[in-house]
């Protein structure tokens, strides 16, 4: 009983403190990156004054249902992190997470406009690309603990990274190419040197804007959150370790996104599948050997 | 009422021009003018844009073009004509082609003089179009709220009293 309201209390903090998390990430990202640039760079809270500039900004959308997608979108991300969170099914959660990604598709294509259609596609090659790793990695989890639960892992004597080495490798690299970090970035970029103007977010402004925002905090807090799993175990040193993994994770992904210049799709689906073929592949099959 | 002052995101056009002032806007953009620190995005999207950013002079081709990227951004904005050329079609003046600076065309608020114009003072307009962006946006507010479930503005391009007061004057002035 005890444990259930430990569980909900998780999802309710996802659900609250999520965005603050993300958007202070999203804030030192950029820091850190003007940082390697040799900039100043914007104040750590820009990411914050960005989303109030959005919510008031005049309202033009080319089709209203848009509105909603980006709503539907907003919400089943919610849901997936709350799940995660709560310590629930982890396929199920990245069931739910993969539904969001065709949101974002059609949140992208209903405006008929030609870069964002574009684009979507894209996105939908992005989430080809990811979808093998974050899929398999339930399948190590379920071998590694003999369930799908995420909660499983405070009952571990190890963390699940001595199992799941190569799992947390394709992991780490389907969410570069989900969190459209820069080799990767062919859907949508932060930085103005996309070739499709802003891509999937090219339609959106104003509020609906706000909303992708919003939404790509809670994806971002719940994605870290993904990593704490490889690490977490029954002893509560392990959370720091997973804060400092994280953290680590973190900084490194910034460096990249500073020092690579975007790959053409193809070589994105190419290494993507070949990254998780081959970590999460060899694996698995030693897994199921030594279990 | 928000501060939106702090979050000014760019969209950068070039109409007929040497280049000399486009080198400028991205030499401040880029680690050495730093425009980020004051939260300046370079955007290429018209509908995430709050200040269009003006380099050369406006001809018959590239008219439409600013007209329709005037159009396409949401309220509040603010232009900004960066160079001799943007504000007042500078050594092409008389070509045959050429309907002259920015203001031909738009309604433009700031002026950056200079041939080419210097990253200092590209920022300085940059910041003076900052302070315009907040005032125009409590304006906007404050119209929405003293209008509330009235009919919207007939217009749709003119922003506020003073832009009214403008698009008056140029209309004086094409009739003269």
């Not at chain 1, 070589?267 to 993507?272: D, F, P």
């Not at chain 1, 990254?275 to 199921?288: A, D, F, Q």
């Not at chain 2, 680690?31 to 001809?59: C, H, K, S, W």
């Not at chain 2, 990227?69 to 050594?91: E, H, I, N, W």
Request: aromatic share 10%; net charge neutral.
């Amino acid at each position: 009983m005890n444990h259930t309201i430990l569980y909900v209390i998780g999802a309710v903090l996802y659900i609250v403190g999520a965005p603050f998390l993300g958007c202070l990430m999203d804030g030192v990202e950029r820091k850190l990156s003007a940082r390697m640039q040799g900039r100043i760079g914007p104040p750590v809270l820009q990411p914050w004054y960005d989303f109030i500039k959005l919510l008031n900004k005049q309202v033009v959308t080319v089709d209203r249902a848009q509105f909603f997608i980006l709503m539907s979108y907003l919400v089943l991300m919610v849901m997936s992190g709350a799940m995660f969170f709560s310590g629930n099914d982890l396929l199920m959660t990245f069931f739910v997470l993969s539904t969001t990604g065709t949101f974002l598709y059609f949140a992208a294509i209903v405006p008929s406009s030609p870069y964002s259609s574009m684009a979507a596609s894209r996105e939908l090659i992005q989430e080809v690309c990811y979808e093998p790793a974050v899929l398999l990695l339930s399948v190590g989890f379920y071998l590694a603990t003999g369930t799908f639960n995420a909660r499983a892992v405070f009952t571990q004597n190890t963390s699940l990274v001595m199992f799941l080495p190569g799992f947390l490798a394709a992991y780490l690299f389907a969410m570069i190419i989900k969190l459209r970090i820069s080799p990767f970035d062919v859907s949508t970029s932060h930085h103005a040197h996309q070739e499709l103007v802003q891509g999937v977010t090219t339609e959106m402004g104003a509020r609906n804007l706000a909303l992708f925002k919003l939404a790509e905090w809670y994806e971002m807090v719940f994605l870290y959150g993904v990593v704490a799993i490889f690490i977490l175990n029954s002893s509560p040193v392990s959370i720091l370790a997973a804060v400092l993994v994280d953290l680590a994770v973190f900084f490194c992904f910034v460096l990249i996104d500073n020092t690579n210049a975007r790959v053409k799709w193809e070589n994105m689906l190419g290494l993507s599948w070949a990254v998780t073929g081959l970590c999460s592949g060899v694996n698995l099959l030693i897994l199921m050997m030594i279990r | 009422m928000g501060k939106v002052k702090k979050s000014p995101w760019l969209l950068h056009y070039d109409g007929s021009s040497c280049n000399g002032c486009d080198i400028e806007v991205l030499a401040t953009l880029t680690p050495v003018y730093d425009a980020e620190r004051f939260g300046v995005v370079n955007t290429g999207d018209p509908l995430q844009a709050d200040i269009l950013m003006i380099t050369g002079g406006i001809n018959q081709q590239n008219a439409p073009v600013v007209k329709q990227l005037y159009d396409q951004m949401p309220r509040p904005k603010v232009v900004v004509a960066v160079g001799t050329c943007a504000c007042s079609g500078g050594v092409f003046r008389e070509c045959y082609n050429m309907l002259g600076g920015a203001d031909s065309t738009i309604p433009i608020d700031i002026y950056v003089p200079g041939c080419a114009a210097r990253p200092e003072s590209i920022m300085d307009g940059i910041m003076k179009a900052v302070e315009l962006f907040q005032k125009r946006s409590d304006e906007h507010d404050r119209y929405e709220k003293e209008h509330k479930g009235e009919a919207g503005p007939v217009d749709p391009n003119i922003n506020t009293a003073r832009d009214k007061v403008r698009m008056k004057e140029m209309k004086g002035a094409a009739d003269v």
